[in-house]
């Protein structure tokens, strides 16, 4: 490997969604760092099997309203 271009390569700890840490080799932060991880093995869809549609703030009813239209055809 060529010196000087490669960055820092240090231990971090990683804390999963359940609370379940471990330690790791990174190029993240700095040496010690803890990296909390918002989505996981334990909680993401494609791996549980589980899917939720969150509509926040009606995403999806705005989506619709505003390509209701697609696909029809308008006679001029």
């Known amino acids: 490997m060529k010196p000087g271009i490669h960055p820092d390569y240090h231990e971090i700890t990683v804390v999963m969604t359940d609370g379940t840490e471990f330690k790791t080799n990174s190029c993240y932060g700095k040496a010690g760092d803890t990296l909390r991880l918002d989505v996981d093995t334990k909680s993401h869809p ?24 697609i696909g029809t055809r308008k006679k001029g």
């Open 46 to 69: 494609a791996w549980t099997g589980v899917q939720r549609m969150l509509d926040t703030g009606g995403q999806v009813a705005k989506f619709n309203k505003r390509f209701a239209g």
